[in-house]
């Protein structure tokens, strides 16, 4: 019903920076409403994190590791959700998957992932 596209990810060295873009595919003829877009990373062995959300009205929170660092915006015009990744560190490294949630009307509530794009941070 909706699908993710990331573009952006990279390898950078620390205190580089990245632009992660998102973008949500609402498969034609669906009447589909997105309520927060955003941003969760992983690394393997690790817990998934979340590094920042934005609401529909561009209301947003960022994970304290990344604040001041990372600025997550949003094109409701476009079903696109950016992060603006500046000052990178190692520990940034991780896969970042897109996320976003919503309903179609009549539909039940829906959790949709991208695929992922990977980010590596290193010297």
């Known amino acids: 019903q909706v699908q993710l596209v990331e573009s952006g990810g990279g390898f950078v060295q620390p205190g580089g920076s990245l632009r992660l873009s998102c973008t949500a595919s609402?498969?034609?003829?669906?009447?589909?409403?997105?309520?927060?877009m955003g941003w969760f990373r992983q690394t393997p062995g690790k817990e998934r994190e979340r590094v920042a959300v934005i609401s529909s009205g561009g209301g947003s929170k960022t994970a304290d590791s990344v604040k001041g660092r990372f600025t997550i915006s949003r094109d409701n015009a476009k079903n696109t959700v950016y992060l603006q990744m500046d000052n990178l560190k190692p520990e940034d490294t991780a896969v970042y998957y897109c996320y976003c949630d919503g309903r179609a009307i009549g539909g039940p509530w829906r959790e949709s992932w991208g695929q992922g794009t990977q980010v590596t941070v290193s010297s």
């Open positions: 609402i498969e034609s003829g669906s009447i589909f409403s997105i309520n927060v």
